[in-house]
């Protein structure tokens, strides 16, 4: 089964722009792996940002925004907030199955 | 507004069955998409458990599918998952969620929208 891999921890000042990377060890991650981003915060469940790339949930705020970067998948933050501390999931697909990445604990600091 | 909201027992013993329904207002089953099961060992990132369609067509994470069964109840407005032979490893929250994926090509195309709170289940004697 493939390994998605994410990193670990971010940093990120209050108004900045913070870049997140999912990687895959199967080679470079294209958009027929249909990426998918995901916030979660303490004591609550995911809840959906992006998917199929790039495309936004109703209830996506617009400084989030998914894509692909170098071979992976990357989601974006521009203009962090206090409240968008949380960790962040990517989600791939493959043939018959779907793979989470491990997690990025993003920090406003 | 779609809602889920997952029910079950909180402790299972180990070697046992691990069972949990998901009950679904806000939207028919029946109308389409997928309806999939993930959990969150304490502490640790999420794992894809397996979704099914609402034509009962399933797909299960490779590492769990010898375990693992999903079943829909249009009827009942629910979908399930049984987990058998658990050990202290299957101990997690686990959710259920809308999974409004098309296969392309055999390939998963969208994602999980809408999601339960969640449920912890222990796996301990």
């Known amino acids: 089964q493939a390994v998605v891999t994410q990193e670990p921890s971010l940093t990120v000042s209050p108004g900045g722009t913070v870049t997140l990377t999912c990687g895959s060890s199967t080679g470079a991650v294209t958009s027929g792996h249909y990426p998918c981003w995901f916030q979660q915060k303490p004591g609550q469940a995911p809840r959906a940002l992006t998917y199929?790339?790039?495309i936004k949930h109703s209830w996506t705020p617009a400084r989030f925004s998914g894509s692909l970067l170098g071979g992976k998948a990357a989601l974006t933050l521009s203009g962090a907030q206090p409240e968008d501390e949380a960790d962040y999931y990517c989600?791939?697909?493959?043939?018959?199955?779907?793979?989470f990445g491990g997690g990025t604990k993003v920090t406003v600091l | 507004q779609v809602r889920l909201q997952e029910s079950g027992p909180g402790l299972v013993k180990p070697s046992e069955t691990l069972s949990l329904t998901c009950a679904v207002s806000g939207y028919s089953i029946s109308s389409g998409y997928y309806w999939g099961w993930i959990r969150q060992p304490p502490g640790k990132g999420l794992e894809w458990i397996g979704s099914?369609?609402?034509?009962?067509?399933?797909y299960y994470n490779p590492s769990l599918k010898s375990r693992v069964t999903i079943s829909v109840d249009t009827s009942k407005k629910s979908f399930s998952l049984r987990l058998s032979s658990v050990t202290a490893a299957d101990t997690a929250v686990y959710y259920c969620a809308r999974d409004r994926a098309t296969m392309i090509q055999g390939v998963f195309k969208g994602g999980f929208d809408f999601w339960g709170q969640g449920t912890l289940v222990s796996v301990s004697s």
């Open positions: 989600l791939l697909s493959y043939s018959d199955a779907r793979v």
């Open positions: 199929d790339t790039a």
């Open positions: 099914i369609h609402h034509s009962g067509t399933t």
